[in-house]
């Protein structure tokens, strides 16, 4: 299996729907993240979970609302979304760097998200 | 202000010619580290390389090899003897802080192009 796994790949939806993005990682990592990926910015940072605490919320809206029930699930819930919320979502994972290991972050494929 | 800056969007290079790609990064902390990743147009983030606050020499991976200038603040990405294959986005990445959760923040990204 590939380290960090998303699904789906691909979502339409309406905004009023209520729909959830999913991501597993099998590295056995401590920490999990959601990036947001819109067409001419950088990669910025929704959510940080380490050890299934939230440690980070980059004043994200409430439209998004993430969950991560045990180290290797993330979920992202989304409702009421807007037109300007459509942009790739990519998870990723880490293990606190030590040692050799530089505490890079390993990401899915990514969800590509058109709310329309 | 911006702390990761990739001033070049895009670039083009003859196949089997070496390239490198720009980053200057703006932080107060002693302790940080640099990352530069690939996107394919698959879209999954690929790390290629890492490069320490604290590390004397320049990291090198294969084709890949960090120029690691501290006191300018850059870290530009050098990649040798360019294959077709090489096509894609390149990010260059810092984390502030070597512990703990890897809250990376990215560049804008340069689009690579090789050319046969």
């Known amino acids: 299996e590939t380290g960090v796994t998303q699904t789906p790949r691909h979502l339409v939806m309406g905004m009023t729907n209520k729909k959830s993005l999913k991501c597993e990682q099998h590295?056995?990592?401590?920490?999990m993240y959601w990036y947001k990926q819109s067409a001419k910015k950088p990669l910025e940072l929704m959510f940080v979970?380490?050890?299934?605490?939230?440690?980070e919320n980059n004043s994200v809206p409430s439209r998004f609302s993430p969950e991560c029930p045990n180290s290797s699930h993330l979920f992202l819930h989304l409702h009421t979304l807007q037109p300007e919320d459509s942009a790739l979502y990519l998870c990723?994972?880490?293990?606190?760097?030590?040692?050799?290991?530089?505490?890079?972050?390993?990401f899915g494929e990514g969800s590509r998200l058109t709310v329309l | 202000a911006q702390k990761i800056t990739q001033t070049q969007p895009g670039m083009f290079v003859q196949e089997k010619e070496a390239v490198t790609l720009d980053c200057t990064y703006d932080?107060?902390?002693?302790?940080?580290?640099l990352f530069w990743y690939k996107q394919p147009s698959s879209g999954e983030m690929i790390f290629l390389i890492y490069q320490g606050s604290y590390d004397e020499q320049n990291a090198t991976e294969g084709r890949y090899s960090l120029n690691f200038q501290k006191a300018r603040k850059s870290a530009n990405l050098v990649i040798s003897a360019s294959q077709l294959g090489d096509s894609a986005m390149y990010f260059c990445?810092?984390?502030?802080?070597?512990?703990?959760?890897?809250?990376?923040?990215f560049g804008q990204g340069t689009r690579l192009t090789i050319n046969p």
């Open positions: 990445a810092m984390r502030e802080g070597l512990e703990g959760a890897q809250k990376l923040v």
């Open positions: 979970y380490s050890l299934e605490e939230r440690v």
């Open positions: 932080t107060s902390d002693q302790s940080y580290g």
């Open positions: 990723a994972s880490s293990q606190d760097p030590g040692g050799d290991y530089t505490g890079e972050l390993f």
């Open positions: 590295l056995g990592h401590n920490a």
